[in-house]
Each structure stands twice: as structure tokens, then as C-alpha cells.
């Protein structure tokens, strides 16, 4: 009898350690469910917002350095620059090493966009030019910014006709900032030449 009743003790904390062990394991997925979700949550507006501003700014020297205006490239740089500056990496959505890498991200590219500035030529102007893109394009993904889709454009002959060079584009299209309009020996020729090579875009993920 005795044996038997123990029998009956045995099953019965059996049966209470599997339960505990269950939702135990149950609470422990629903946390890692809430932390996946948490990892894929879009950034906050304001962040989107400065995001845009930066981008913005980056267009504009773009377009500055396919019309050859030496003068609106310095000054476009140093806004971008400030941009750059103001923009709030602790708002990125991610955990802490996604943050520091985004804060060395954007402080390399402000210092790349005052070089623009400081450098005498357009070709050298240029090629600060290609280094920031790169930057802000790494920045991009860095960040998964899901406020539009960011275009990475490749030009085969950027430097000496045999040096390729990229840039960033709002638009799925070749407009490019390293030959443009008034290049001393293609004119505006190759104001077309490049290939669109990837995009930036987490905005339905």
C-alpha cells in the first residue's frame, strides 16, 4: 500500500515539474517572440525625418557636382555636413552595437563632407565625393532606414576613364555627378553613363 501511494506522489510531482517546466519554456519563447518583434520595429519618425533632411542635403550636392558648380558644392557640403551632424543615431532601432556603429558611421561622413569643402578641384572634390557616398550608403543599411528607397549607382570610368566611382540616387535612373553636363572632353555625353548596382530598401519589412 505504501509503495503504491508513492507511486501516486511520485506521478503527482511528475506531473507539477513538467507543468512549470511547459510554461516555463512557453514564457521564455513569448520574451524571445517580443524581442524579434522589437528588432524589426521601424525607426521613429523623427529619425526618418532628419534621415530625409540628410538625404536631401546629399541630393542637392549631387546635383551641384553634375552642373560643375565648384562654388555650390563647397557650400552644399558643409550643409550636408551639419546634417549629418544633427543626425539622432540614438533613436536607431537596434541594439547597442548597431547604435555605436551608426554614430562612427555618420561622424566619418560629416568629417568626408567638410573635406569636400576644403579640397581646391573638382576632381579631388569628386573623389571625397565617391568616399562620402560609400559612408552614407553604409549608414543606410546600417540604420535599415525605411523611409524610401535609396538607389547605389555605379559609374565604370568616374576617374581617368578607368576608375569606377558610386553615388546614391532617390530615383531608379543614371544621373551622373562624376562626368555630368560640362566634363572638359565628353561635354554632357555621359551625363547617362552607370548602371544602377543595388538598393536600400526596408520600407515593407
Given at each position: 500500500?505504501?509503495?503504491?501511494w508513492?507511486?501516486?506522489?511520485?506521478?503527482?510531482?511528475?506531473?507539477?515539474?513538467?507543468?512549470?517546466?511547459?510554461?516555463?519554456?512557453?514564457?521564455?519563447?513569448?520574451?524571445?517572440?517580443?524581442?524579434?518583434?522589437?528588432?524589426?520595429?521601424?525607426?521613429?519618425?523623427?529619425?526618418?525625418?532628419?534621415?530625409?533632411?540628410?538625404?536631401?542635403?546629399?541630393?542637392?550636392?549631387?546635383?551641384?557636382?553634375?552642373?560643375?558648380?565648384?562654388?555650390?558644392?563647397?557650400?552644399?557640403?558643409?550643409?550636408?555636413?551639419?546634417?549629418?551632424?544633427?543626425?539622432?543615431?540614438?533613436?536607431v532601432?537596434?541594439?547597442?552595437?548597431?547604435?555605436?556603429?551608426?554614430?562612427?558611421?555618420?561622424?566619418?561622413?560629416?568629417?568626408?563632407s567638410?573635406?569636400?569643402?576644403?579640397?581646391?578641384?573638382?576632381?579631388?572634390?569628386?573623389?571625397?565625393?565617391?568616399?562620402?557616398?560609400?559612408?552614407?550608403?553604409?549608414?543606410?543599411?546600417?540604420?535599415?532606414?525605411?523611409?524610401?528607397?535609396?538607389?547605389?549607382?555605379?559609374?565604370?570610368?568616374?576617374?581617368?576613364?578607368?576608375?569606377?566611382?558610386?553615388?546614391?540616387?532617390?530615383?531608379?535612373?543614371?544621373?551622373?555627378?562624376?562626368?555630368?553636363?560640362k566634363?572638359?572632353?565628353?561635354?554632357?555625353?555621359?551625363?547617362?553613363?552607370?548602371?544602377?548596382?543595388?538598393?536600400?530598401?526596408?520600407?515593407?519589412?
Amino acid at each position: 500500500m505504501k509503495k503504491g501511494w508513492l507511486f501516486i506522489l511520485a506521478g503527482l510531482v511528475a506531473i507539477i515539474a513538467l507543468y512549470f517546466l511547459v510554461y516555463h519554456n512557453s514564457e521564455e519563447k513569448s520574451d524571445v517572440a517580443k524581442l524579434q518583434a522589437l528588432s524589426v520595429n521601424k525607426n521613429t519618425g523623427p529619425f526618418n525625418q532628419s534621415f530625409d533632411s540628410m538625404m536631401n542635403a546629399y541630393y542637392q550636392l549631387h546635383d551641384a557636382f553634375v552642373n560643375w558648380d565648384t562654388a555650390a558644392v563647397s557650400q552644399l557640403s558643409n550643409a550636408l555636413a551639419a546634417a549629418i551632424t544633427r543626425l539622432p543615431v540614438d533613436q536607431v532601432k537596434g541594439d547597442s552595437a548597431i547604435v555605436i556603429t551608426a554614430r562612427s558611421l555618420a561622424e566619418t561622413a560629416a568629417g568626408e563632407s567638410e573635406a569636400i569643402a576644403a579640397e581646391p578641384g573638382i576632381e579631388e572634390k569628386r573623389r571625397s565625393f565617391y568616399t562620402l557616398s560609400e559612408g552614407l550608403y553604409n549608414l543606410a543599411r546600417t540604420v535599415k532606414y525605411d523611409g524610401g528607397i535609396i538607389y547605389h549607382v555605379n559609374c565604370p570610368m568616374a576617374f581617368n576613364d578607368d576608375e569606377e566611382a558610386f553615388w546614391l540616387s532617390r530615383e531608379n535612373k543614371v544621373v551622373n555627378p562624376y562626368l555630368g553636363t560640362k566634363h572638359p572632353k565628353y561635354k554632357n555625353a555621359m551625363l547617362n553613363c552607370g548602371e544602377v548596382k543595388d538598393s536600400i530598401d526596408f520600407t515593407k519589412k
